[in-house]
């Protein structure tokens, strides 16, 4: 699985590296995001400090940490159903 670091995340999203970002309910009963760059191919899993996947416990709580920390991307899929917690969301889902 490729990941990203909040700081490297918040390093593309400056310089407009930012596809898309995508976030999947956990079996946690939380969300992990899932990051697409122009430069790079496939999904990347952000990550915390201790290379674990980041998990947010609600979705008022993400998009609030999205809206602070990314104001530069401009597109946000989220998935509900149907994803496991190891496989990157699919772009081709229906919405």
């Excluded at 898309?20 to 079996?27: E, F, H, P, R, V």
Aim: glycine content about 4%; some cysteine.
């Amino acid at each position: 699985m490729n990941t990203i670091t909040e700081a490297e995340l918040k390093d593309n999203a400056r310089n407009g590296a930012v596809v898309c970002i995508k976030a999947t309910k956990t079996s946690e009963k939380g969300f992990h995001l899932y990051v697409n760059l122009t430069w790079k191919e496939g999904d990347l899993l952000l990550i915390n400090q201790k290379k674990e996947p980041r998990v947010w416990v609600s979705a008022d709580r993400l998009l609030a940490h999205i809206d602070r920390n990314y104001r530069a991307v401009a597109s946000l899929t989220i998935f509900l159903r149907g994803n496991h917690d190891d496989d990157p969301p699919s772009s081709n889902a229906e919405h």
